[in-house]
């Protein structure tokens, strides 16, 4: 089983940024996909960013939900099993908590998550 801790989330003002990270041990995710995930209080979590493994020849593919399109980057370091998502130009609408998982998710992997709070 994979163990996944986030980290890098706070308060910021609309227009803001925050770069938050996710450590995975206990297994390596260097095959895996990898994505971010986030939860508003009420509503389903929902994918916001996808990174594949990386292909032979070097390709990284990433997906980005519609509402982060521009704003959101993911990345990934496979040598410290680690994945990042970028957030710039933050809006209100991005407050949530935010998770990272494989996709397709791991349902006993989910960690605790990190708060993104955007004030306007």
């Known amino acids: 089983q994979v163990q996944l801790v986030e980290s890098g989330g706070g308060l910021v003002q609309a227009g803001g940024s925050l770069r938050l990270s996710c450590i995975a041990s206990?297994?390596?995710?260097?095959?895996?996909?990898m994505g971010w995930y986030r939860r508003v209080p009420g509503r389903q979590r929902e994918l916001v960013a996808l990174?594949?493994?990386?292909?032979?020849?070097?390709?990284?593919?990433?997906e980005y939900v519609d509402s982060v399109k521009g704003r959101f980057t993911i990345s990934r370091d496979n040598v410290k099993n680690t994945v990042y998502l970028q957030m710039n130009s933050l809006k209100p609408e991005d407050t949530a908590v935010y998770y990272c998982n494989t996709r397709p998710p791991i349902d006993g992997s989910w960690g605790q998550g990190t708060q993104v709070t955007v004030s306007s």
């Open positions: 206990g297994r390596d995710v260097s095959t895996s996909a």
């Open positions: 990174v594949t493994s990386v292909s032979s020849t070097g390709y990284v593919h990433s």
